[in-house]
């Protein structure tokens, strides 16, 4: 019987065993799905709207695509849709007017990066718009009432350095009063882009602290609300009358906008999916991922050359912004421990 009893859980055991790699298979072959699912969707996202802002049309190749809000309000209405369909009949507690002030700032970013690129390569702006965590983080400090661990500034100063370096111009004519810093028209659009991403993330801070916040509701109500406000503006500025005269002359730009406006909801269909799946420290590490494989699929297909120096930088910016993805889940981790700690302590008063 001994012997029996001794084979029975032998055999268990080896189920047990087969069901644990077997989860953990499926584990793994669920994040290749998911971070590849992101990785190549932004890649796309970002050779389509790179080929958008710096293609050239025409016979003569003199044409140039500038109607941004008409760019910006495509990704928005396809956005819109999706994040509809995504969020189902799950509802929260945020006043709709609440929806239509923070979407204004959102908009407000998404239009001045987009408009940069006119003026930028596209590496500059993908590596200047990974410097959100520092106005999220200094707005959230003014506005917001958070506190920062000094590792956290540490993170940040990293990442400031490494965005000093790449945009550090060697030879400038500094006889008539130019610095090596010296910005230009598309820099400033950058810095404005991510002023506007402080102020949406310090709104959206005070937002998750005062009501319960679905995710694809936020997204739903922010890409409508976007929405309409760039057809109003397309209708006053004539925007919309000009772009429409444009796709009629190139009608091969609509195949373009519309896989950029799929690109970008996919993309956030796979963000989504592996922060309720893997967690905020994986979505991360994948997100930053993809935006070094973005600046690489510049600098392969469209010849947006790196000096050394500049790949330098960006080194150091994505690890400033590894280590800060790091950090920031090691303080989530030990918050749920505190947590839990003094429920326990209370259940024992109790």
Known sequence: MRE??????????????????????????????CAGGTLLCYLWFGVVQESITKGKYGSDGKERFTYTQALVFVQCAINAIFAYILRGKTRDSVPIRTYSIVSASYLFAMITSNHALQYIPYPTQVLGKSCKPIPIMVFGFLFANKRYHFKKFFCVLMIVFGVGLFLYKEKVDTTYGKSAFSLGFGEILLLLSLVMDGTTGAIQDRIRQQHTVNAHSMMYYMNLFSSLYLLIGLLLTGELFDFMAFVQLYPEIIVKLLSLAAASALGQFFIFKTVTEFGPLTCSIVTTTRKLFTMLGSVILFGNILTQRQSLATIIVFTGLLLDAIESKKKKSTNKVKLNEESVAQNKLL
């Open 4 to 33: 029996m009893n001794g084979i029975i859980d032998n055999s268990k055991k080896m189920k047990d065993e087969v069901c644990a790699n077997e989860t953990l298979w499926r584990q793994a072959v669920n994040l290749m799905f």
